[in-house]
């Protein structure tokens, strides 16, 4: 009896500190998420995921005090987020068509509530199997007023757009730009949204082999 | 009894100990590591930036965009292909410099555009063209907050060397033809995500954008040296019959001569109140 009450007594800060443990950071990474998409399978963890400063004690003394009121904020557990910042270390190139940085301008705000491009994690969601986790179609949120002086393309570019054909763009048009890739003038050459989509998810790569810029390896 | 009153005590020791008993020094808070001081209204450190660009922009526009013209020296929306011997255009002398402003870590934002721009990505929409109508009729900069709580300034763009007037009346997807020198051709928008810094971050921002123009300038004397046709650098501006470049030494020397006094007004003279 007695020895019992104090095993469980013993068992209370034990299971209290387990519990932190699970329901934060570390303890996480036991149980990844979904698999990291098959460019990334040379990418170590830590490419994207920054151990937070200081040990897992100070972090648990840092947020004890930060639960009690003594501390004025929290501080991360384990790792910090995956930003923007750790892809560009590896993936920044001089010649990007879509810097995420232009659609922090505010006037880009109601384009943002429809696809997060201020971010790279808006389109690239990482941990599920997929090259790209946005749909084809996000260009209606910033395209919808272009037209071409010149327009080179069979059915012009107002026309698509008036017509929503908004699938159609990548089908002519990489995002970023990166790819050595001239866009046809007929859209009876376009690559088909089958294809697209199949890229989307890991498929192969439907502009061409040539990259402007390379990823930095680690 | 008793036993159990220790046991239990010491597990609640041992706990304390854990949870405060710092033998590891503690985590520093976010804000003693950026460091105390006398605090700035954001306002004063957007007036330094923008006194900055300003000087920048004039700087590039009049002493090499203009004479470099004459002397041969080729600018071009299309400057940065490969192959294509041209420097960067005044508009996309800011949008390398908002770029690599962009890469450090105080996220100060710069944007330029019009209401009546050449290229029609630049045209101002929502609240900033409710802004901008403001800006053109004060001629003074607009402070707001946007949606997402970043601070926003936006000042006015004036054409304040010959080439803007002529290259842009004479520019093909130019909406005005009529535009005059000391118009308000557009503005700058700059955003930052704090409403008060301290004199230290105000001033380490500031150097961060001297910085961030010297390696836009940078990469426009990378690529000249490229030039099937290498243009020579050294301590010389161009002129006519003359198709030099400064140095980034010698540029940079310039833009902080025109901009020094107004970025010391703004930062260390000023008092509390923000606006210009």
């Not at chain 2, 002129?239 to 400064?246: C, D, Q, S």
């Not at chain 2, 025109?258 to 703004?266: P, Q």
Request: aromatic share 8%; net charge neutral.
């Amino acid at each position: 009896m007695t020895l019992r009450r104090s095993a469980v007594t013993m068992a209370i800060p034990v299971a209290f500190l387990g519990a932190m443990g699970l329901w934060t950071g570390p303890a996480a990474h036991w149980l990844a998420q979904g698999p990291i998409q098959q460019g990334h399978a040379e990418v170590s963890c830590q490419g994207c995921h920054t151990p937070s400063p200081g040990t897992t004690r100070q972090q648990v003394q840092a947020r004890f005090a930060f639960a009690i009121g003594r501390r004025d904020s929290d501080v991360d557990f384990g790792n910090g987020p995956v930003t923007s910042d750790h892809c560009l270390a590896c993936h920044a190139r001089p010649n990007e068509r879509h810097p995420i940085y232009r659609f922090r301008e505010p006037r880009f705000e109601p384009a943002l509530r429809a696809v997060r491009a201020d971010s790279c994690l808006g389109c690239h969601s990482e941990h599920d199997a997929a090259r790209v986790s946005a749909t084809p179609d996000i260009c209606s949120a910033c395209h919808g007023d272009l037209t071409l002086a010149r327009d080179p393309v069979n059915i012009p570019h107002d026309r698509l757009i008036a017509e929503e054909k908004w699938e159609s763009c990548l089908g002519c048009h990489d995002f970023h730009g990166n790819h050595v890739f001239e866009p046809p003038t007929r859209v009876q050459a376009m690559i088909p949204g089958a294809a697209i989509r199949a890229y989307f998810h890991q498929g192969a790569g439907p502009y061409g082999t040539f990259k402007h810029f390379e990823a930095k390896p680690e | 009894m008793s036993f159990r009153i220790i046991v239990a005590f010491g597990c609640f020791t041992c706990l304390a100990i854990y949870l405060v008993v710092t033998a590891p020094p503690p985590l520093p808070l976010e804000a003693s590591r950026a460091g105390a001081g006398r605090s700035l209204p954001v306002a004063r450190m957007f007036d330094a930036v923008n006194a900055i660009n300003d000087a920048a922009r004039a700087t590039y526009t009049a002493r090499i965009v203009g004479p470099g013209g004459k002397a041969g020296l080729k600018f071009g929306e299309d400057w940065a292909e490969p192959g294509v011997d041209k420097g960067p255009l005044p508009a996309l002398f800011l949008r390398l410099t908002a770029a690599r402003i962009e890469a450090r870590p105080p996220r100060l934002g710069l944007y330029l555009g019009s209401d009546a721009p050449i290229n029609a990505s630049n045209l101002f929409a929502g609240t900033q063209a409710t802004a901008f109508a403001r800006v053109r009729a004060t001629k003074a900069p607009v402070f707001s907050t946007s949606e997402r709580g970043d601070q926003v300034a936006m000042y006015p763009d004036f054409a304040s060397a010959a080439p803007c007037v002529s290259c842009h009346n004479d520019h093909p997807d130019s909406p005005r033809k009529d535009w005059q020198l000391d118009a308000v051709m557009g503005a700058t928008t700059w955003t930052y995500p704090e409403a008060a810094l301290n004199a230290d971050s105000a001033l380490k921002v500031t150097e961060a954008f001297y910085r961030a123009v010297e390696e836009a300038y940078q990469r426009y004397l990378d690529k000249a040296a490229g030039f099937a046709v290498p243009v020579t650098i050294g301590a010389a501006w161009p002129e006519a019959g003359a198709p030099v470049l400064p140095d980034s030494a010698t540029f940079m020397a310039e833009v902080r001569a025109r901009a020094g006094g107004a970025v010391m007004r703004a930062l260390i003279l000023s008092g509390g109140e923000g606006g210009a």
